[in-house]
Every structure is written in structure tokens, then in C-alpha cells.
């Protein structure tokens, strides 16, 4: 746990309180494009704009998102809106992305009112997507969270250049396994109106963080904003506590169950730590057998996506101390066929992956 002093005072006070006030979830269309808005019930004037990562191309359009998340609930219970779009379509996209944010922007302040406080958060993809913001619309966004920002990526339909300029607040949030690329754009950015800033988690991973680094990073922006201040530095690595939770060792097997499974990927995320793997003798690199009911996969136990080839399958800790379950560019829970509970037996030997009749 490497928390700046200052930060964990700060966060003692926006953690979430154990209250929710009722909120409306709603959701409509601008120009074909969805969108869905969290409105709490006294908004404050403060937005957050979420940007979402890279998504197949075949899969559904979707601007839904998760407002019971310790972060969003927290700032829902400040007063903040909340909003997403789904973009006009899935796949790489850049250019139109942010203009349907910016729609997006225009119809809540039509509709609602001029926000106070705009900020963006984007992940992977979206990382690039709010960071080409920050370097052009400084008047109508504040700030900007980049996490696992995937500055590599270009849409080969609308094809947009970065300037390494940004005008507004940009908080690089990023695994350590993924520091190159903005280290790379922040060297870049000597003269420009407002220098990024890149803080660390020392966790592999991609976009591999908890709430409670997300909590403290976007504190730390908002407060950059508002104060002209922040740390040109920061590790904000916190592993929480994984207790209470049922798993359990029988002869060859360890036993556990799902406990999640993201809706735009379908990673499972099953309740085992990296500690139960290795009580287990399984190690990063190495191959083990999961089953839930008649499925069984074979899967490298890694630290990311990319330990992989694409439609292979890879299982790693996440900053959640628990376990994601994923195929490289495909759907693990479509492939397994599980459901949220669903009971998981861990093997070392495919023979061994189910209990003893």
C-alpha cells in the first residue's frame, strides 16, 4: 500500500458513506447515438463523462454503466452527474467518439443546465479519446482522467493526430507494465499550455486498478483543478483485503465461484487470490484446468491479456486481489456458459477438474 499522505486524508472524507440517495437512471438517443445519464436528485453542477474502451465491433452498442461502483456511488451521493455514450459504432473510433461526447456535453447543458465542472475518464481506448479532448477543448472540459490510456491506438477511418499539447488537467493513470507510451507523450509535452502528469500502480495489468486507486486519482484531478496543484509523481498501488471469502482446498482441487462477469467482455471474475494459486502450485507461466459445470478450459495463468496469442485463454490477479478469467479478444462466460455464482473448480490436471463422484 503506497499511498501519499495528503491523498489518504482526502479520501477519508469522499469514501463512500454506506447512504444512497435515489437517482435517476436515464437513457435516450441524440443523433442515433445512445447515451444513459446517472441524475442524483440535487445536482451539484459537477459532470463525469465516461469514455469507454475498445468494444468488437459485433458486439451490441451500449452506453450502460455500473452506477453502484464505490466511486460512481460516491460521487452520485455528492451531487455529481454521471454520463456515457455508446458511440455510433463499436470497433476503433476516435474522431466521432469525441464528437458524440461533445454532443453528448451539449445536450446535458441544453436540457439540464452548463455544468460547473466537466471531467473525463477514459480507459484503454478512451484514455486516447479524453486525451485528444484535453489537447483541443479546454473551454468546455476541466479535466481529464487517462487510464491504461492506450495512446498507440488510430482509427484507420478518421485518422487523428495528437499534439502533445494539452490545455487542461491530464492524469495518466497507468500499471506499471504499461508506464512507456504516456512517459513517452508527457517527454514530448515540454512547451505545452498544461505539462500531464503520470501516476503508478505497481500492479501488471491492463487498466488493472481498483476504486479505490480510481477514487484517489480522480480526487487528485479534481483537486488539481481547482487548486493548481498536484504531484508530478505519485504510486497510489492499495491491495485491499480479500477475507470472508469461500473458497476452499479439496484433495487436488481448489474451490471457488464466480462473483462477476463484466457485460461488454464477459471476463469472469472468480473469488481466488493470487495467494490461493499459489497454494494451489500454480504459478505465473504455467497452465492450469478450470471447469464450471461441463466446461473445461485450459488457461495460462499470466499477469495480462497480451501474455497470450488472440482467442487463447489467460487468467490473472486483478487490483481487486480476486482472479479475472478472459479469452484474448473473445467472451470467457459465452465460451463457459456461466452465470454470476456459478461454482469453479482449479486443477493442476485436467483429470483432477471436477469433485469426486
Known amino acids: 500500500m503506497k499511498w501519499p499522505s495528503s491523498l489518504l486524508l482526502s479520501l477519508l472524507f469522499i469514501l463512500p458513506l454506506h447512504t444512497t440517495h435515489a437517482h435517476q437512471q436515464i437513457t435516450g438517443e441524440i443523433e442515433g447515438v445512445s447515451y444513459e445519464i446517472a441524475l442524483p436528485e440535487k445536482w451539484n453542477g459537477n459532470l463525469l463523462l465516461l469514455a469507454h474502451g475498445y468494444i468488437a465491433s459485433e458486439k451490441p452498442l451500449s452506453a450502460s454503466f455500473d452506477s453502484t461502483e464505490a466511486t460512481l456511488a460516491q460521487l452520485l451521493e455528492d451531487g455529481w452527474m454521471i454520463a456515457a455514450t455508446a458511440y455510433r459504432r463499436n470497433g476503433l473510433i476516435i474522431r466521432e467518439a469525441i464528437e458524440d461526447l461533445n454532443n453528448l456535453r451539449d445536450h446535458i447543458e441544453k436540457n439540464y443546465g452548463n455544468p460547473f465542472l466537466v471531467i473525463l475518464e477514459g480507459r484503454s481506448m478512451g484514455g486516447l479519446i479524453v486525451t485528444l479532448i484535453a489537447e483541443n477543448e479546454p473551454d468546455r472540459f476541466q479535466g481529464a482522467l487517462a487510464i491504461g490510456a492506450a495512446l498507440q491506438l488510430q482509427d484507420p477511418l478518421y485518422p487523428v493526430a495528437k499534439t502533445h499539447q494539452p490545455k487542461t488537467p491530464l492524469l495518466f493513470l497507468s500499471n506499471q507494465s504499461e508506464m512507456e507510451g504516456p512517459a513517452s507523450y508527457i517527454q514530448k509535452t515540454n512547451k505545452a499550455p498544461v505539462i500531464p502528469v503520470l501516476w503508478k500502480i505497481s500492479r501488471d495489468g491492463h487498466v488493472n486498478i481498483n476504486e479505490t486507486e480510481r477514487l484517489l486519482a480522480l480526487t487528485a484531478l479534481i483537486e488539481w483543478i481547482t487548486t493548481s496543484t498536484i504531484k508530478e509523481s505519485e504510486d497510489i498501488t492499495y491491495t485491499p483485503l480479500n477475507s470472508d471469502r469461500d473458497v476452499r482446498f479439496e484433495d487436488a482441487l481448489c474451490i471457488g465461484k464466480v462473483i462477476d462477469i463484466s457485460p461488454n467482455y464477459g471476463n469472469i471474475f472468480i473469488n481466488l487470490s493470487m495467494e490461493d494459486f499459489t497454494q494451489m502450485g500454480i504459478h505465473q507461466g504455467m497452465t492450469f484446468f478450470l471447469t464450471i459445470g461441463s466446461h473445461t478450459a ?56 471436477s469433485p469426486a463422484k
Open 298 to 353: 485450459k488457461i495460462v495463468y499470466g499477469t495480462t491479456y497480451s501474455d497470450v496469442t488472440k482467442g487463447e485463454w489467460v487468467a490473472f490477479p486483478t487490483a481487486d486481489n480476486v482472479t479475472r478469467v478472459a479469452i484474448n479478444f473473445g467472451n470467457a462466460s459465452e465460451a463457459l456458459k456461466t452465470q454470476i455464482d456459478d461454482v469453479v473448480f482449479i486443477s493442476l490436471s485436467e483429470q483432477s477438474t
